[in-house]
């Protein structure tokens, strides 16, 4: 069973992956407002896998016997400058976001919890694909241009994600 301490870290993390939701979601509405479908598309669908991120690990305290505590989701940014923008600011925040994990790995050492130390390692793999997955379009954007051709082609390629 976990520790009062270790269910305490795990709601916090549960808050910060519906926060990410949240966040993503912000910025697919802005994207939308812009006309970019293929941004607005790609946050869309990262709203869906931060969701995915909470749940999992919202039935992993349930699994092992204790009650997750739902806290407040804080306001996220609405206010953005460009395409371009919204990844940087993704990529910035995914790498707080895997500070956030490696906290939790370390605070399950020092409960001597191996099974929490375990269940973690399926978000450090996912750390690492969350933060490689921006830094690989900002580095299209920066070979397309960004200009306004350069981001529609961006677009048209960001549209695909499913
Ligand atoms: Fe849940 Fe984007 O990390």
Same mark, same amino acid.
């Given at each position: @069973?976990?520790?009062?301490? @270790? $269910?305490?870290?795990?709601?916090?993390?549960?808050?910060?992956?519906?926060?990410?939701?949240?966040?993503?979601?912000?910025?697919?509405?802005? %994207?939308?407002?812009?006309?970019?479908?293929?941004?607005?598309?790609?946050?869309?669908?990262?709203?869906?896998?931060?969701?995915?991120?909470?749940?999992? @690990?919202?039935?992993?305290?349930?699994?092992?016997?204790?009650?997750?505590?739902?806290?407040?989701?804080?306001?996220? /940014?609405?206010?953005?400058?460009?395409? /371009?923008?919204?990844?940087?600011? $993704? *990529?910035?925040?995914?790498?707080?976001?895997?500070?956030?994990?490696?906290?939790?790995?370390? *605070?399950a050492q020092e409960e001597n919890d191996k099974t929490t130390e375990d269940f973690l390692q399926w978000y450090v793999k996912e750390q690492?694909?969350?933060? %490689?997955? /921006?830094?690989?379009?900002?580095?299209?954007?920066?070979?397309?241009?960004?200009?306004?051709?350069g981001i529609s082609e961006v677009d048209g390629e960001l549209v695909k994600r499913?």
């Amino acid at each position: @069973m976990l520790s009062k301490k @270790m $269910t305490d870290a795990l709601d916090e993390q549960i808050n910060k992956e519906i926060y990410s939701a949240y966040f993503y979601l912000g910025m697919s509405a802005y %994207a939308a407002s812009k006309g970019l479908a293929g941004f607005a598309n790609w946050f869309y669908k990262q709203w869906n896998e931060e969701i995915f991120h909470a749940k999992k @690990m919202f039935d992993y305290v349930h699994a092992e016997g204790q009650r997750v505590t739902l806290k407040a989701i804080d306001n996220p /940014p609405q206010d953005f400058t460009s395409g /371009p923008d919204l990844f940087e600011k $993704t *990529l910035a925040h995914e790498k707080k976001v895997t500070g956030l994990i490696n906290n939790l790995v370390k *605070l399950a050492q020092e409960e001597n919890d191996k099974t929490t130390e375990d269940f973690l390692q399926w978000y450090v793999k996912e750390q690492k694909e969350e933060e %490689a997955t /921006p830094a690989g379009i900002l580095e299209k954007i920066s070979k397309a241009g960004k200009d306004e051709k350069g981001i529609s082609e961006v677009d048209g390629e960001l549209v695909k994600r499913k």
